[in-house]
């Protein structure tokens, strides 16, 4: 069995999981609601307080679909009740990002500011200058437009200029050096 798989889900308080034909799973909580029509070969089941995935044969496919499925219901509980974020940081001379509405401006050394909108259920917001954080209910949109974003201008190893993941580390490489 999959060790992913197999795990049941536990739903928390507040949360309202329903089940509909072809396997469509929405999720409701204080956070709002997700929708997902997920693999139609896994048999997906309520029971009492937590939801139990099952696959129907030991097929490689089935057994690669088992623990992506689980995730997949697993992610969307706890986007509704906790949600997901990441934190973007704007290293560089003159980089700036600013916020009106829900519009998004990156002034990134281009020889124009760089506009971005927020998606729908995806809130940007700033914390100075250079710190971005993403947040939303949905993991997959929220990660989708982080990388959006990074990538206007990605960072570089000689001097670390550009948008950064708060986490992700910079491997720095030594710059050129001079004749004697």
């Known amino acids: 069995m999959s060790r992913i798989g197999r795990m049941p889900i536990a739903i928390p308080a507040g949360v309202t999981v329903t089940v509909a034909e072809n396997n469509k799973v929405t999720v409701k909580g204080p956070k709002g609601t997700l929708e997902r029509v997920l693999p139609a070969e896994m048999d997906i089941k309520v029971e009492g307080e937590e939801?139990?995935?099952?696959?129907?044969?030991?097929?490689?496919?089935?057994?690669?679909?088992?623990?992506?499925?689980?995730?997949?219901?697993?992610?969307?509980?706890?986007?509704?009740?906790?949600?997901?974020?990441?934190?973007?940081?704007?290293?560089?001379?003159?980089?700036?990002?600013?916020k009106q509405g829900k519009t998004l401006t990156l002034s990134l050394g281009y020889s124009h500011p760089v506009i971005m909108e927020d998606p729908e259920g995806i809130e940007t917001v700033l914390d100075g200058q250079n710190k971005i954080t993403v947040k939303g209910i949905d993991k997959e949109k929220v990660g989708q437009y982080a990388a959006n974003i990074r990538e206007k201008r990605?960072?570089?190893?000689?001097?670390?200029?550009?948008?950064?993941?708060?986490?992700?580390?910079?491997?720095?490489?030594?710059?050129?050096?001079?004749?004697k």
């Not at 099952?54 to 986007?79: A, E, F, I």
């Not at 990605?154 to 004749?179: C, F, H, L, M, N």
């Open 51 to 98: 939801i139990v995935v099952t696959r129907p044969s030991d097929l490689k496919k089935m057994k690669s679909l088992h623990g992506l499925t689980r995730t997949l219901v697993s992610n969307m509980v706890t986007g509704v009740t906790a949600g997901y974020e990441k934190v973007l940081e704007v290293n560089g001379v003159g980089y700036r990002a600013a």
């Open 154 to 179: 990605q960072p570089e190893p000689y001097k670390g200029k550009g948008i950064k993941y708060a986490d992700e580390v910079i491997r720095r490489k030594v710059g050129k050096t001079g004749k």
